[in-house]
Nanobody, 121 residues
């Protein structure tokens, strides 16, 4: 069984910063990529940022230059540093991991439970 546990969400004023973290644990054989998605009320879930095991990154245009994704492979943990936050960044942020289970040897997507980020004055 694989678990993704997120932390770091909360309420912040416009222009402020937050750091999200997501730790993967359990029956993990290999992690190929980890990332963050978000879903605002009434909108579809969208990619925010992703990082591969080799360190390649990809960002949504709306967060480029403001958000940074990085990971600690030894800890199976991914982070999202969010700076210069805007009200439109308000959403539930979900951690995602593309990994192979050590019990089934299947490669699948796994999701965290989500953490709320609210940007408001």
């Amino acid at each position: 069984q694989v678990q993704l546990v997120e932390s770091g969400g909360g309420l912040v004023q416009p222009g402020g910063s937050l750091r999200l973290s997501c730790a993967a644990s359990g029956s993990i054989f290999s992690i190929y990529a980890m990332g963050w998605y978000r879903q605002a009320p009434g909108k579809q879930r969208e990619l925010v940022a992703v990082i591969t095991s080799g360190g390649s990154t990809n960002y949504a245009d709306s967060v480029k230059g403001r958000f940074t994704i990085f990971r600690d492979n030894a800890k199976n943990t991914v982070y999202l540093q969010m700076n210069s936050l805007k009200p439109e960044d308000t959403a539930v942020y979900y951690c995602n991991a593309d990994l192979r289970s050590s019990t089934t040897m299947r490669r699948d997507d796994y999701w965290g439970q989500g953490t709320q980020v609210t940007v408001s004055s």
